[in-house]
């Protein structure tokens, strides 16, 4: 049996100066880039990677994301990402991450869930059934005191913004990088709130794909004074993603 510290793979970072924001905090984009990243590494050593699938004819498709920080990495800090695989389905699996600051202490948390489909078929593997079901083997009962995400529902009938998507939004797979929607959901708050509140709680649930040329329209609706849901459509009628913003 392998330990759980062994399950648990950690990366180290550095909050580039071209990764932070005028507050000289570490973006939430790149933070969820990051994450995103570790994901890919530590599926990639334990022989669930991207390439490894592709061969294949499979890929991971993130469905949802949550992310929850005290504090966020400043300029030209150190700190570092854990991840490990909390549950394996039939259909799907959560991952879990947490962020240390340099000193090597939590300053944050997030939860996600994630689908293998087929390339060919653009439906749902089986992961019981991938690999002999060894990615089972992987599942760590470390802890993630978090909320894991909920239900997000929009009824706001006026779009805030619209945006073209264009070829700096468009990642391997061909359709809107998942990263660069948190940063066009963040887009629609003034510059002002971010001199006087932080991010702290992110969530996004990816609904469906869009694609080079479509535009969004990103509807708001406030819950209270620090939060808000988010519902992004895809050319006036398909909802892509829908996400909720909780400052601090």
Request: proline share 3%; with cysteine.
């Amino acid at each position: 049996m392998m330990s759980d510290e062994n399950k648990v793979g950690t990366y180290p970072f550095v909050a580039e100066p071209f990764h932070v924001d005028f507050m000289e905090r570490l973006t939430m984009g790149v933070l969820g880039n990051h994450l995103l990243n570790c994901a890919g590494f530590h599926a990639a050593e334990r022989g669930f990677g991207i390439a490894t699938l592709n061969e294949n004819h499979y890929t991971w498709v993130l469905s949802r994301l949550a992310i929850e920080m005290e504090e966020m990495p400043r300029a030209y800090e150190k700190f570092s990402v854990q991840t490990w695989v909390e549950n394996v389905y039939r259909l799907f699996t959560d991952r879990n991450f947490a962020i240390l600051n340099q000193e090597g202490k939590p300053i944050g948390y997030a939860r996600s869930i994630w689908a293998m489909i087929s390339m060919e078929t653009r439906k749902p593997a089986d992961l019981l059934t991938l690999h002999g079901g060894s990615i089972t083997d992987y599942v760590c009962q470390k802890d993630c005191p978090i909320a894991k995400p909920g239900r997000i529902k929009v009824e706001e009938q006026q779009a805030l913004d619209e945006y073209k998507i264009r070829y700096s939004d468009i990642d391997l797979n061909g359709h809107v990088n998942s990263v660069k929607y948190i940063e066009h959901i963040l887009d629609l708050f003034p510059m002002e709130w971010f001199r006087q509140k932080t991010v702290k709680r992110f969530e996004v649930a990816y609904v469906a794909e869009s694609y080079y040329g479509d535009t969004l329209s990103f509807y708001r609706q406030q819950i209270s004074e620090n939060e808000f849901d988010i519902e992004v459509k895809k050319n006036g009628q398909e909802v892509v993603v829908r996400s909720k913003v909780i400052f601090n």
